[in-house]
T-cell receptor
Framework: GENVEQHPSTLSVQEGDSAVIKCTYSDSASNYFPWYKQELGKRPQLIIDIRSNVGEKKDQRIAVTLNKTAKHFSLHITETQPEDSAVYFCAATYSGGSNYKLTFGKGTLLTVNP | DAGVTQSPTHLIKTRGQHVTLRCSPISGHKSVSWYQQVLGQGPQFIFQYYEKEERGRGNFPDRFSARQFPNYSSELNVNALLLGDSALYLC?????????????FGNGTRLTVT
């Protein structure tokens, strides 16, 4: 089955700096890669996703890049703000099958220091 | 529109007991999935149901079961509870049964087994 590795497990940045979180996946059939943000005690919320037919996607201060050959994808947050502090999870799945099963990484605790 | 709703929010059970968790998907969503999130880890897939049929099952023992009702709500049942079943149980819904639509999570049920 799919295995997703996520690094780093913790990341501390100063407000205004950039943050990068990296994930690798094992199943070359995976073609959908969402990123979720989970604040303490709250639900995981989808913040951005990318499909394997594109290499990069951007939404304001957040961007995701995908390298299918290397089987890794990354989340980039620019001009970080204290409200970006949360746990971020990457996930992967194959969207062409008969079910919808996301395999998640173990998460990255991002702390943005004012 | 209401998001994915789960009940109860918190639950304390004793080893050996059974528990039933409930989930109502976003209106119009026909797929419901269940995930287990242990503290400090990413969510792990337990089940997916689409149009009342089981579409996928994760690597969980037979003590875990689920079903989906005609109104697309769902129940997760866990029998013979173990201490290791203590976790946040997340329900998620999507409009389709495959990964071509975003997966939306509820706030979860925090289960503590003593």
């Amino acid at each position: 089955g799919e295995n997703v590795e996520q690094h780093p497990s913790t990341l501390s940045v100063q407000e205004g700096d950039s943050a990068v979180i990296k994930c690798t996946y094992s199943d070359s059939a995976s073609n959908y890669f969402p990123w979720y943000k989970q604040e303490l005690g709250k639900r995981p919320q989808l913040i951005i996703d990318i499909r394997s037919n594109v290499g990069e996607k951007k939404d304001q201060r957040i961007a995701v890049t995908l390298n299918k050959t290397a089987k890794h994808f990354s989340l980039h947050i620019t001009e970080t703000q204290p409200e970006d502090s949360a746990v971020y999870f990457c996930a992967a799945t194959y969207s062409g099958g008969s079910n919808y099963k996301l395999t998640f990484g173990k998460g990255t605790l991002l702390t943005v220091n004012p | 529109d209401a998001g994915v709703t789960q009940s109860p929010t918190h639950l304390i059970k004793t080893r050996g007991q059974h528990v039933t968790l409930r989930c109502s998907p976003i209106s119009g969503h026909k797929s419901v999935s269940w995930y287990q999130q242990v503290l400090g880890q990413g969510p792990q897939f337990i089940f997916q149901y689409y149009e009342k049929e089981e579409r996928g099952r994760g690597n969980f023992p037979d003590r875990f079961s689920a079903r989906q009702f005609p109104n697309y709500s769902s129940e997760l049942n866990v029998n013979a509870l173990l201490l290791g079943d203590s976790a946040l149980y997340l329900c998620a819904s999507s409009s389709t049964g495959v990964g071509n639509s975003p997966l939306h999570f509820g706030n979860g049920t925090r289960l503590t087994v003593t």
